[in-house]
């Protein structure tokens, strides 16, 4: 089930912006009208609802004390689709910020925090890349010819079609499959 965005105006929350990119990032922003609030570290314990200004959200108490995370990650807070896809297209057209995670602000992960939210985000990634090279691996052994590659293969053609299908039978399909390719 999709999530309904937050009604609020439209800016980008950055996190771990990388300095040698910084400049054009804000500057393609700042092109399209578009909002930027950097933040850092010290802010990975806070709520996402809090930094991006929603009302009724407080600031966490104490200082954060875990680990830096250094995940690049793009927050669009106020948009729905139609309005982010410009952004991503204008980025990617100029190269910038390819390598950062991208999430829209939800009525769900308002509440996370900074933290918990760059986690989610980096396993849903990997998963997502699992995924990827399960399909790129599926299809090299069917281009390879070999019957009996082709027929361990197939055993493995469900896990695309499931639902949500775990890393261990990803991984051991990965496995599998990279020794017959």
Same mark, same amino acid.
């Given at each position: 089930?999709?999530?309904?965005?937050?009604?609020?105006?439209?800016?980008?929350?950055?996190?771990?912006?990388?300095?040698?990119?910084?400049?054009?990032?804000?500057?393609?922003?700042?092109?399209?009208?578009?909002?930027?609030?950097?933040?850092?570290?010290?802010?990975?314990?806070?709520?996402?609802?809090?930094?991006?200004?929603?009302?009724?959200?407080?600031?966490?108490?104490?200082?954060?004390?875990?680990?830096?995370?250094?995940?690049?990650?793009?927050?669009?807070?106020?948009?729905?689709?139609?309005?982010?896809?410009?952004? &991503?297209?204008?980025?990617?057209?100029?190269?910038?910020?390819?390598?950062?995670?991208?999430?829209?602000?939800?009525?769900?992960?308002?509440?996370?925090?900074?933290?918990?939210?760059?986690?989610?985000?980096?396993?849903?990634?990997?998963?997502?890349?699992?995924?990827?090279?399960?399909?790129?691996?599926?299809?090299?052994?069917?281009?390879?010819?070999?019957?009996?590659?082709?027929?361990?293969?197939?055993?493995?053609?469900?896990?695309?079609?499931?639902?949500?299908?775990?890393?261990?039978?990803?991984?051991?399909?990965?496995?599998? &499959?990279?020794?017959?390719?």
């Amino acid at each position: 089930m999709k999530s309904k965005l937050i009604k609020q105006n439209m800016f980008v929350l950055l996190y771990q912006i990388d300095s040698s990119q910084a400049d054009a990032m804000i500057q393609e922003l700042e092109n399209l009208s578009i909002k930027y609030q950097l933040v850092s570290a010290n802010d990975l314990n806070q709520s996402v609802g809090y930094l991006a200004g929603i009302p009724g959200f407080q600031p966490a108490e104490g200082s954060y004390e875990g680990e830096v995370l250094d995940t690049p990650l793009m927050i669009f807070c106020g948009m729905q689709m139609k309005e982010m896809h410009p952004i &991503l297209q204008t980025l990617k057209k100029k190269e910038i910020g390819q390598e950062y995670r991208k999430v829209m602000l939800t009525p769900n992960n308002q509440f996370w925090s900074l933290e918990a939210l760059i986690h989610e985000i980096t396993r849903e990634h990997n998963y997502f890349q699992k995924m990827e090279q399960l399909s790129r691996l599926l299809r090299k052994v069917q281009e390879t010819g070999d019957v009996n590659a082709k027929q361990v293969a197939e055993q493995y053609v469900p896990l695309l079609q499931a639902k949500q299908p775990n890393h261990e039978q990803m991984d051991r399909a990965i496995d599998i &499959l990279t020794k017959l390719v």
